[in-house]
């Protein structure tokens, strides 16, 4: 009888590969099965710790009696992501032969972003690859973020065991630091405080493959990863992705500090939140034509204008550039340290012109106040308008904010997606000229325009702000979307999803009585998920859901 473990080991591995890689689009990559289906035909596992105890980022099975972790750590979740990994988890436990092939996939990314406990298991998981350094040779992707429930310098995890100790203490003498670095860094060993910074740096020091890195920006201290550099260069060489994810409690941290990391010579994709820069802080081994990153995405950034002239003009070749301010939560906003001006979207795309041949994606919003609305009709009028864009001569995806658009923007006959951001006014004479440009040839390549707004009401009304004569809300929508009727473009209006506003049908709508014939309760449903409401509101929330999900998705880096 042939058994799947006398497969060739090519096969077995590419096998193991669609596991850990799996489509959740696809209906066979889904589980379908009941736990209890999926308990009578699965064959018995033996214990987890008899041939392969479970890594610190692998969640653990409910029924599993080996596992005693507390399950307020546990992973719920069912995400396609986390139920790859304890799929290849449980190949690891079957047999010695499935585990030298699964091993790899298992340690290929290595996710602790916040979690209860990962800061724990950070801890367990530096320690076992220290002492089995192979297992770090396979991680390509590493993601160490504090959980927020601690706030990694308030309150630690469980101290260090003796045994830990020990073992990261040979280890850091075993780098070869130079005297005074190394009493540093055992120093910061043997506070009770928890060294975040250093704990992540024994793990990257043991994984030569490292691609893709997320860090806690601001919390992640560089110090002990430069006087690593002096006797490792080689240290994260390979890097090209470099992520460093913002907290509220270190909002406005200098983006300086990480210039050493954002140079390293592979780097292709930098992605920033929360962080700071300002000219007179620009750092100075920046220099025109010295980075190597192409994408570049900058959220909720203060970042004034010398500073992002100097940057674009630092990186050899952009392609992608994302600098997204707008948010719909008003306690979620960039902080400025310094009372330095912000770039504006002209001058964005002016110190874009030097990568207009090369540059495919761009974002460009900024932060509004929510008070604004009060008078949103002389704040769209003051904002500086970008220019014609007609000579980005591959540009193919474009996001960009309401208020910065001329009467007849001039955009590239490369795009493909235009998402306006923020529609506070009427889109109709916006939506007029896009149809007009498409049907004339101008943009034979458009495919899609999304209308973002807070209130839906806005973007389909006249201007003046009043819905035409004799029609419906939904029917004004209906009259915009017409515009391309028997063309290639998918035109939406769409509300943000997670706009409080809008789940609470906050809208003004809300002012509508029964016997208006504008009452959106029956005809447009923007009441949002109240008792009554529209099922065309819930579609178009729905809608809007996913779409965010493929913009943000496709925003950073699209292939």
């Known amino acids: 009888m042939l058994h799947i473990q006398d497969l060739p080991q090519e096969l077995l591995l590419h096998i193991f590969s669609s596991v850990a890689h799996s489509d959740p689009s696809n209906p066979l990559d889904q589980n379908t099965k009941s736990s209890d289906e999926n308990a009578k035909t699965q064959p018995q596992q033996p214990p987890a710790d008899r041939l392969f105890p479970r890594p610190p980022w692998v969640a653990g099975d409910k029924d599993d009696e080996t596992d005693e972790e507390n399950p307020e750590d546990d992973w719920e979740g069912g995400s396609t992501q986390i139920q790859d990994v304890i799929d290849v988890y449980n190949l690891c436990r079957v047999c010695r032969l499935f585990r030298e092939l699964a091993q790899p996939l298992l340690f290929e990314h290595v996710d602790l972003s916040g979690f209860p406990g990962d800061l724990r298991n950070l801890v367990l998981l530096t320690s076992t690859v220290l002492r089995r350094p192979s297992l770090g040779e396979h991680i390509r992707s590493l993601s160490v973020l504090p959980d927020h429930d601690h706030h990694v310098f308030d309150k630690s995890p469980k101290p260090l065991t003796a045994d830990d100790r020990k073992l990261f203490t040979s280890s850091i003498r075993d780098i070869g630091l130079a005297t005074e670095d190394e009493r540093d860094w055992m120093s910061a060993l043997k506070k009770e405080e928890f060294d975040y910074s250093l704990m992540v740096i024994l793990l990257i020091l043991k994984a030569p493959n490292l691609r893709l890195l997320t860090l806690a920006g601001g919390y992640f201290a560089m110090k002990p990863l430069e006087q690593l550099w002096k006797r490792h260069p080689a240290v994260l060489s390979k890097l090209e992705d470099l992520w460093l994810e913002g907290d509220d409690l270190l909002k406005g941290y200098p983006l300086t500090i990480y210039e050493e990391m954002i140079s390293r010579p592979q780097l292709r994709s930098l992605n920033i939140e929360e962080a700071?820069?300002?000219?007179?802080?620009?750092?100075?081994?920046?220099?025109?034509?010295?980075?190597?990153?192409?994408?570049?995405?900058?959220?909720?950034?203060?970042?004034?204008?010398?500073?992002?002239?100097?940057?674009?003009?630092?990186?050899?070749?952009?392609?992608?550039?994302?600098?997204?301010?707008?948010?719909?939560?008003?306690?979620?906003?960039?902080?400025?340290?310094?009372?330095?001006?912000?770039?504006?979207?002209?001058?964005?795309?002016?110190?874009?012109?030097?990568?207009?041949?090369?540059?495919?994606?761009?974002?460009?919003?900024?932060?509004?106040?929510?008070?604004?609305?009060?008078?949103?009709?002389?704040?769209?009028?003051?904002?500086?308008?970008?220019?014609?864009?007609?000579?980005?001569?591959?540009?193919?995806?474009?996001?960009?904010?309401?208020?910065?658009?001329?009467?007849?923007?001039?955009?590239?006959?490369?795009?493909?997606?235009?998402?306006?951001?923020?529609?506070?006014?009427?889109?109709?004479?916006?939506?007029?000229?896009?149809?007009?440009?498409?049907?004339q040839g101008c943009l034979p390549a458009l495919k899609r325009v999304e209308m973002l707004a807070v209130d839906i009401t806005d973007p389909i009304k006249l201007p003046g702000q009043q819905i035409p004569f004799g029609q419906t809300p939904e029917q004004s929508y209906t009259s915009i979307k017409d515009l391309f009727k028997d063309t290639s473009v998918d035109f939406t209006i769409l509300p943000y999803p997670d706009c409080p506003q809008n789940l609470a049908g906050d809208s003004d709508l809300d002012d509508y009585s029964d016997d208006d014939p504008y009452d959106m309760t029956d005809e447009y449903g923007l009441l949002g998920l109240r008792e009554g409401g529209n099922s065309l509101f819930q579609a178009m929330l729905m809608q809007a859901m996913r779409a965010q999900g493929d913009h943000y998705m496709d925003d950073e880096f699209d292939e």
Not at 296 to 319: E, G, N, Q, Y
Not at 393 to 400: A, E, I, K, P, Q
């Open 276 to 439: 700071h820069l300002s000219d007179d802080l620009f750092p100075a081994c920046w220099t025109p034509q010295s980075l190597t990153t192409s994408r570049i995405s900058l959220r909720l950034c203060h970042i004034d204008a010398p500073s992002v002239t100097k940057l674009l003009r630092a990186c050899r070749t952009v392609t992608h550039f994302i600098y997204d301010n707008f948010t719909i939560d008003p306690e979620d906003q960039p902080h400025n340290l310094r009372p330095v001006r912000e770039a504006t979207a002209p001058e964005l795309c002016a110190a874009l012109l030097p990568h207009k041949d090369t540059l495919e994606c761009l974002t460009v919003t900024f932060n509004r106040e929510p008070r604004e609305r009060e008078n949103i009709d002389d704040y769209v009028a003051r904002q500086a308008k970008i220019g014609p864009l007609r000579d980005f001569s591959v540009l193919r995806r474009l996001t960009v904010q309401q208020a910065f658009l001329p009467l007849q923007p001039q955009f590239p006959s490369t795009l493909e997606q235009l998402t306006v951001d923020d529609c506070n006014v009427s889109v109709r004479g916006l939506a007029e000229h896009l149809a007009k440009e498409h049907r």
